[in-house]
């Protein structure tokens, strides 16, 4: 992508994938690529071609997360160079194929865009998150996608921060793009939640359509959060929880955190506060695959970052 | 039974409180790990008061290697494991973990059916469905679970509240709560599996605090009043629509029926939308009550909503056994057991 002054060419996007199960048990991306690699109609687009692709088909199969290890971390380098085939835990075999297939990460043989599909039992609502603050790219996209679906909402994530960040299944393409639609249980298919998802994947698709026939789009402001800092429960010595997301927190996702706002209820009904300098907006409140990770929720800022115009080359 | 006729039952020495029967159903994991905590006092009675003797509270942890794992179960559900025929049938090669488990909770709470057992069970359970708070009985005219119902339903006002019936003899039932004299499963929802809600986990907690209250003013003496309850009765369950090759399910709960647990399901009404966005209805002849609409642990059994018919059950007015009437009825019982 070469940039100049306030404007991009890309090249366009030929090949793009939809990632659905890389954790196995988050339903509507599984039941979505599932629905399309019967008949995938609905994701053609003039100009591209669109592969739905279940990543963690051992996870789907069992309705966990993962078998061995969470996939969405495993596309480190260490481990898509490891050797030692079959006996690699299942995940960094998986990431490795996918590397193969969609990849190599980093290389001119990349695919363009991934799309990799997600739920959360957060209050998220529709989010698509981000990697990068300087993909045009991308962020155009997300433009385009948080215009066509208005007045419903679809907010951006950003997650640039150099520990927090983790190496996710959709970074094996040159534009990565995570789709996060909540709130959902683990395991269970909403038709509300599904629906979203499936609109939000019909105008990204839409974009590239347009893009790829030589649209071009102008410079943008786009409204995102950027993570900030990740928030464990508070635990005993032994490393138990002893507290719960407060009620007054709870559901409450993107919505401002102000210093002494209650944050934690111990199981004994003591309220704990946020402590921070200042307002944050957290986000992944809840979400249950992160008790095991020490996260409660993350806090990020708002900002608004500039897209510049972007066409293709 | 006369409205005004006083049933006077065995006083409830023994109550067991459990948690974590399903290993990701959280609020009861974390109570009873707090209650455990708990040394003296707030849950038992103590030496001071004019009752005989203090309650015993039992408080267990069902199912702790699913805990760990925080899975519903690791070989199979555990709450499927408590039929006489699992408890007592003979075994042979592997014994999956649940079934040395619940043989375990038997001799610790039970035996199921003989005179040693809890006086009362009290499974603690969540549930995806939006189904407030429910006891869930295999007993119709269990006095006791019903006005413990009644009870909880006077002191939490503001919580949803239902009794559900499942018809199932004393042979066949399954499930822990059948191992006690009395026994029910306190099942709250809507929380996903894996996360414990503040609201639900304060819901849980009120609801067994009320329930032990309940049992202390029952054996100091206290006169409960007859009335009436609205009883759930489970009638079928209903799957989801599926694949006939891959049996993966073709639709997904309707959005209008989505969360709608309890509210009259009328034949005609949405039942499921397929992936292609075709409503399909309910063809039932009678208007039925949904609950369990959308639980996760059920699409493996496959049941999408269970459907249930509402009836009004008179309760009578209960109160406990005097010394003399309990001796009676020990002698009763134990040579009820000789035959």
Not at chain 1, 192 to 199: D, G, S, T
């Amino acid at each position: 992508m070469s940039s100049c002054g306030n404007s991009a060419r890309v090249t366009e996007a030929r090949r793009v994938a939809i990632f659905g199960g890389t954790h196995g048990n988050e339903m509507s991306g599984v039941t979505l690529v599932n629905l399309w690699v019967k008949n995938a109609a609905e994701i053609q687009r003039k100009r591209v071609e669109t592969k739905p692709f279940i990543t963690n088909p051992k996870a789907v199969e069992k309705c966990s997360r993962y078998v061995d290890t969470d996939l969405n971390r495993a596309f480190t380098p260490e481990n898509l160079s490891a050797p030692g085939g079959d006996d690699l835990p299942y995940e960094v075999q998986q990431a490795q194929e996918i590397n193969r297939i969609f990849g190599p990460k980093g290389s001119p043989e990349a695919y363009d865009v991934v799309f990799d599909l997600h739920n959360t039992t957060s209050n998220m609502g529709c989010t698509l998150i981000l990697e990068s603050s300087k993909d045009h790219f991308n962020l155009q996209m997300m433009n385009y996608i948080k215009k066509a679906i208005a007045p419903a909402s679809c907010l951006v994530l950003l997650n640039e921060h150099p520990l927090l960040k983790y190496s996710t299944s959709r970074s094996v393409a040159k534009h990565p793009v995570g789709l996060e639609v909540g709130p959902q249980p683990q395991g269970v298919l909403r038709s509300n939640i599904f629906e979203a998802m499936r609109v939000i994947l019909k105008h990204a698709l839409d974009f590239i359509e347009l893009f790829n026939e030589g649209m071009e789009f102008p410079p943008c402001s786009v409204e995102v959060f950027r993570v900030l800092e990740r928030i464990d429960y508070p635990r005993d010595a032994n490393g138990n929880i002893i507290a719960m997301v407060h009620p007054n927190l709870q559901d409450c996702d993107w919505e401002p955190l102000n210093p002494g706002d209650p944050m934690f209820l111990t199981f004994d009904g003591k309220t704990i506060r946020y402590q921070g300098s200042g307002t944050v907006y957290p986000t992944f409140i809840n979400e249950a695959a992160y008790y095991e990770k020490q996260q409660a929720f993350v806090t990020t800022r708002r900002e608004a970052l500039v897209a510049s115009a972007i066409g293709k080359v | 039974m006369e409205v005004d006729e006083v049933v006077c039952l065995p006083r409830l020495s023994r109550v067991a409180v459990c948690g974590g029967t399903h290993g990701n159903e959280l609020s009861g994991v974390y109570l009873v790990r707090e209650l455990l905590k708990v040394k003296k006092g707030v849950m038992e009675k103590e030496e001071e008061q004019e009752e005989e003797e203090p309650l015993s509270v039992l408080k267990v942890l069902s199912n702790p290697r699913a805990m760990q794992q925080c899975r519903r179960y690791v070989d199979t559900d555990l709450n499927r494991c408590f039929t006489h025929a699992t408890l007592n049938g003979l075994t042979s090669g592997t014994v999956p973990y649940e079934m040395i488990r619940s043989r375990e909770l038997n001799a610790m709470l039970g035996p199921k059916g003989r005179s040693g057992a809890v006086d009362l069970v009290c499974d603690l359970h969540n549930t995806t469905a939006n189904m407030g708070l429910c006891l869930i009985a295999y007993s119709d005219c269990d006095w006791i679970c019903l006005h413990i119902f009644r009870h909880l339903q006077r002191k939490m006002p503001d919580i949803p509240m239902r009794y559900i019936h499942f018809e199932v003899s004393n042979k066949e039932s399954y499930s822990l709560d059948s191992v006690g004299k009395h026994g029910f499963a306190m099942e709250i929802g809507p929380q996903p599996h894996g996360v414990v809600r503040s609201n639900v986990y304060t819901a849980m907690k009120a609801g067994v605090q009320h329930m032990l209250d309940w049992v202390c003013f029952f054996n100091s003496g206290t006169l409960f009043e007859g009335e009436s309850v609205d009883v759930f009765t489970m009638i079928k369950h209903i799957d989801y629509p599926r694949d006939s090759e891959t049996r993966n399910i073709t639709a997904a709960v309707h959005p209008h029926l989505q969360d709608r647990d309890f509210c009259p399901l009328h034949p005609e009404d949405p039942l499921f939308q397929t992936f292609s966005g075709e409503t399909l209805r309910y063809k039932g002849n009678e208007p039925l009550y949904p609950f369990f609409i959308n639980e996760c642990a059920y699409y493996e059994k496959g049941i999408a909503l269970s459907l249930a018919r509402k009836r009004r059950v008179v309760i009578p007015t209960i109160r406990v056994q005097t010394e003399q009437e309990q001796a009676a009825h020990v002698q009763e019982l134990a040579s009820e057991e000789e035959e």
